[in-house]
C-alpha cells in the first residue's frame, strides 16, 4: 500500500492541487488520504471536496497552540497518515509537532532558502537585486524557513519584473518540484540523516533549473561554439 499524506493549507490551494494531480498518476509513491485547513475560509478547501479527498477543518484561531496542535496530530493519526505536506500553511508548528514528525514533515517556501525566510519573498528579492530566485521543498524543524534542504528550483529574475510577475514564475516551478520532492520522500530517495537531507533519486539533478539567456558572442550555456 502506497504512504497516506496529508497536505495542510491556509488557502488557496494551488500546491495542494498539484500535490493531488501527481498522486492520481498509477507510478506516484504516495497518496493524498487527507487535507486539513487550519482557516474555514480556505479555498483550497472546495479543490479538495471536488477531487474526491476527505477535507477538513482544524481551526487555529481563537484556541492556544497546544490545544490546536493535539487536534491536528489527532486528526492525522486518525487518517493513518505517514507523511505530512505543508502547502501555504502559514501557522508556525511548535518544537514538539516538529521533533514529533522529524523525517515526515515536508514544507514549500517560495525563495531559494536560506535567502528570504518568511513573507514577502517575492517583493524582498526584487528589492535586493537578485538575478536567481525560486523555490525550496525542506524537511521542517523547529526553526521557522530552516530545515534540511529536499530540492530546490531557480528561475530568472527578468528586468521589468514585478512581483505578480515573479510570483507565478516561481509557482509554476513550485507545482513542479513539490510533487517531485514529495515522491523522493515517499519512496525512500530522500531522507535525513546528520541534519542534512540526502537525496537519492534518479533526476534529483534536475531539480535545480537555472537558465541564462543567451548572450550574442558568447558561448551558449551548452558550451557550443
Ligand atoms: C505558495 O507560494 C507557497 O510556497 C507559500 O504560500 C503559497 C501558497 O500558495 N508558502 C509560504 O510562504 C510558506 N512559508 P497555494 O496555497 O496556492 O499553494
Redesign the pocket.
Known amino acids: 500500500m502506497r504512504p497516506r499524506v496529508a497536505v495542510l ?10 500535490l493531488l494531480a501527481a498522486a492520481r498518476l498509477p507510478g506516484f509513491p504516495a497518496e493524498v488520504s487527507l487535507v486539513v485547513s487550519n482557516r474555514p475560509d480556505a479555498a ?1 478547501l472546495a479543490l479538495a471536496q471536488a477531487a474526491g479527498v476527505p477535507a477538513q477543518v482544524v481551526e487555529s484561531r481563537g484556541r492556544p497552540r497546544e490545544a490546536f496542535e493535539a487536534a491536528l496530530d489527532s486528526a492525522l493519526e486518525a487518517a493513518g497518515i505517514r507523511y505530512v505536506a ?5 501557522r508556525v508548528l511548535s518544537p514538539a509537532f516538529t521533533a514529533k514528525w522529524e523525517g515526515r514533515l515536508v ?4 525563495s531559494l532558502l536560506p535567502a528570504f ?3 514577502d ?1 517575492h517583493a524582498r528579492a526584487l528589492a535586493a537585486g537578485v538575478r536567481l530566485h525560486g ?1 525550496t521543498v525542506h524537511f521542517v524543524t523547529s526553526g ?2 530552516e530545515g534540511p534542504i529536499i530540492a530546490q528550483a531557480a528561475v530568472p529574475v527578468l528586468e521589468g519584473d514585478d512581483e505578480a510577475a515573479l ?1 507565478a514564475r ?2 509554476q516551478q ?1 507545482h513542479l518540484l513539490y510533487p517531485a520532492a514529495l515522491g523522493w520522500v515517499a519512496s525512500g530517495h530522500a531522507w535525513l540523516e546528520g541534519g542534512r537531507c540526502i537525496v537519492a533519486a534518479k533526476g534529483a539533478g534536475a531539480a535545480l533549473s537555472n537558465p541564462l539567456p543567451d548572450v550574442p558572442g558568447l558561448p551558449t550555456q551548452a558550451g557550443s561554439e
Open positions: 493549507i491556509s488557502g488557496r490551494g494551488s500546491n495542494m492541487a498539484a483550497g505543508l502547502a501555504g500553511f502559514m514544507n514549500i517556501h517560495p525566510p518568511g513573507l519573498t523555490c521557522v524557513d510570483a516561481v509557482l513550485e
